[in-house]
């Protein structure tokens, strides 16, 4: 068979078990056997079967073997960015107030309408390429700086190629992202128009280009019931919701998640506990983005712990973006899934992998048992739990087919 290689010469092997919720297989002196693209075997390099003595080996030069990280939550496409707006933050001013001024995620929104499709993806590809460098393998990635049709629609063709150009993307229609200057503050109207026109034009348009469909419930922006409405027009359409929830404010987006089966509810910095205890008993993930918390300036940290008690099987995601989160680093989330989050390394680095992978329906990707895509990443460390340990250390994994 064609592509038979054994992954050789390896510190050991780390990964997580798809079959058990937060579990951890740590092996030493591991090998992997990989067919077709994907594992076929894993397990201490003294119990190789014998039918895998033929095969090619490669070496893995001592290194630590992971799964890639799998990033469920960013706004990859943007035009312009915002570090005029970060100073006044930094001077005092709020991101709420700045939104409310006509800035904030409508500034990118300016930015964006200008931009042709070539140069989203010229921009994407860059930014796919830092994603990779740093170990991320596949993304989920939202439209949402269009805030009307063409222009999501320009979005979203150009996630259509960077599809058709190879990259591993699960893409997100966003048009409900923010209400558009044309509706002058009117989310009702804003809102229709999304859920009777846009998304059904945008799917369309562009089959099987996204799975899922998003919405901002937030005060101001849209409400609980407003995205009932939206979920509701997505589904018919086939695509799956996931939501901007409990960010800034509650508003009950985790509840709202839970109702109408939600793949996951991103944020949750002012989640409810009965939204936890809705999120565990739905099988809904969270996805926490504690480098928005960070870059935000804010204190209130996701509750990860007391989503962890509730049953969650919590994610970890950047939130790439230009306002709240200009950040493609998973080491940076990793360590203040760790440090804030108060995550160990092994639930933070599950979270990062196999629950990211959960929170966009995919089973093969974020572990490395049989079956998984041949996703590895190769870390030249004595110890995985140095990836946290040496702070700001910028580690690059090595990959497999490199
Ligand atoms: O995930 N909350 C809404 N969307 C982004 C921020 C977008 C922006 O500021 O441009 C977020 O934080
Ligand atoms: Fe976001």
């Known amino acids: 068979m064609a592509d038979r290689r054994v992954l050789t010469n390896l510190r050991g092997l780390c990964t997580p078990d798809p079959a058990r919720a937060w579990a951890v297989d740590r092996i030493p002196d591991a090998a992997l056997a990989l067919e077709g693209g994907r594992v076929a075997w894993m397990g201490r390099a003294a119990d190789l079967p014998a039918h895998w003595n033929d095969a090619p080996k490669v070496d893995g030069g001592g290194a630590w ?161 407003q995205g009932r409405r939206m979920f509701a027009a997505g589904k018919a359409l086939g695509l799956i919701p996931r939501v901007h929830a409990d960010e800034l404010t509650w508003t009950g987006g985790a509840e709202l998640a839970a109702e109408v089966g ?59 973006n230009p306002g709240s989160c200009p950040c493609v680093d998973p080491l940076t989330v990793l360590r203040l899934g760790c440090l804030q989050l108060r995550m160990t390394f092994e639930e933070a680095f599950t979270a990062m992998t196999l629950h990211a992978a959960r929170s966009l329906r995919r089973d093969d990707l974020g572990h490395l048992h049989p079956g998984a895509k041949a996703e590895v990443l190769l870390w030249d460390v004595e110890e995985l739990l140095e990836l946290v340990y040496w702070v700001g250390e910028p580690y690059r994994p090595r990959f497999l087919n490199a």
């Open 65 to 225: 073997a992971t799964p890639g990280f799998v990033d469920p939550h960013t706004h990859l496409l943007f035009g312009g960015n915002r570090s005029g707006e970060f100073n006044r933050r930094l001077a005092g001013v709020s991101y709420q107030q700045i939104a409310a001024e006509g800035g904030g995620i409508r500034e990118t929104v300016r930015a964006t309408r200008a931009a042709t499709v070539e140069e989203l993806v010229t921009t994407g590809e860059a930014r796919l390429q830092a994603f990779r460098q740093r170990g991320v393998v596949h993304l989920e990635c939202k439209t949402g700086y269009g805030l009307e049709l063409e222009a999501e629609s320009r979005m979203t063709a150009a996630y259509a190629e960077l599809k058709r150009r190879g990259w591993s993307l699960d893409v997100t229609l966003l048009p409900a992202h923010d209400i558009a200057p044309e509706f002058h503050g009117d989310a009702e109207a804003n809102l229709r128009a999304v859920s009777e026109d846009w998304l059904p034009e945008l799917v369309r348009r562009h089959p099987g280009v996204a799975r899922f469909c998003d919405i901002f419930v937030e005060t101001g922006v849209y409400t609980q019931e």
């Open 262 to 320: 939600a793949a996951s509810a991103d944020h949750l910095m002012f989640c409810s506990e009965a939204g936890m205890k809705a999120m565990a008993a739905a099988d809904v993930t969270p996805v926490l983005l504690p480098a928005t918390t960070l870059f935000l300036g804010m204190r209130d940290w996701a509750p990860a712990r007391k989503m962890i008690e509730a049953g969650c099987r919590v994610a970890l995601a950047t939130d790439f």
